[in-house]
């Protein structure tokens, strides 16, 4: 059974810093892997999708690299601001058609202006 | 392009009701897949349907069931409520052309959160 495991749980860091989130998964055989933000009581918005063939994608300030022989993959942001604050989670796919996600626990941002 | 909507947003209910969750795809979208997200468990998958059939499901009761129509609508019920349901119930849609690929994006709406009483 796929598990899937965010570090750390919580982030606060100054406006301005470049840092990165991971997220780690026990099954190298994924899909994909797909990045996304939720901001309080909200839904959640898809920040960036990678295939399994792909190592990397970027979006703006965004960047999420994928290592699947070692079951990570960290999402990278760069000069941070304080409407980066959210929690952002990391998903794979059980099933070939992805619809069916397992999500790990999310990383709470917080960037302090 | 309108986004996945949700109905009704907030919803309270005491122990033992049913309640009925509607959930809207984008246009043009054929799956929908529902996901429960509480602070203890965070988001576990509930099911998705495609072309109005069931075509994955996660490990929740029986009491937990849903339906999609042909306009790709989709509603999820619960029945005999506890405590412990209540949660924030999100939907996703995504294209699935040829019943769905991994380059996929799941799209999700902002959720309807249930509190049960």
């Known amino acids: 059974k796929q598990e899937v495991t965010q570090i750390p749980a919580a982030l606060s860091v100054p406006e301005g810093e470049n840092l990165v989130l991971n997220c780690s998964f026990t099954?190298?055989?994924?899909?994909?892997l797909q990045w996304f933000r939720q901001d309080p009581g909200k839904g959640l918005t898809s920040l960036l999708l990678?295939?399994?063939?792909?190592r990397e994608q970027t979006s703006g300030r965004l960047n999420a690299s994928l290592d699947k022989s070692s079951g990570r993959s960290t999402l990278y942001i760069a000069a941070s601001q304080p409407g980066d604050s959210a929690t952002y989670l990391c998903?794979?796919?059980?099933?070939?058609?992805?619809?069916?996600?397992?999500f790990g626990g999310g990383t709470r941002l917080m960037v302090k202006p | 392009k309108a986004g996945v909507t949700q109905t009704p947003r907030y919803l309270i209910k005491t122990r033992g009701q049913q309640v009925t969750l509607s959930c809207s795809p984008i246009?043009?979208?054929?799956?929908v897949s529902w996901y429960q997200q509480t602070p203890g468990q965070g988001l576990q998958f509930l099911f998705e349907?495609?072309?109005?059939?069931?075509?994955n499901k996660g490990n929740f009761p029986g009491r937990f069931s849903g339906r999609q129509f042909s306009n790709s609508r989709s509603e999820m019920n619960v029945s005999t409520l506890e405590l412990g349901d209540s949660a924030l119930y999100l939907c996703?849609?995504?294209?699935?052309?040829?019943?769905?690929?991994?380059?996929?994006?799941?799209?999700f709406g902002p959720g309807t959160r249930l509190t049960v009483l």
């Open positions: 996703a849609s995504s294209l699935a052309l040829a019943g769905g690929s991994v380059t996929d994006t799941q799209y």
């Open positions: 099954d190298s055989a994924i899909y994909n």
């Open positions: 990678i295939q399994s063939s792909q």
């Open positions: 998903a794979v796919p059980s099933d070939f058609a992805g619809n069916m996600l397992t």
């Open positions: 246009s043009g979208h054929r799956s």
């Open positions: 349907y495609f072309s109005e059939t069931q075509r």
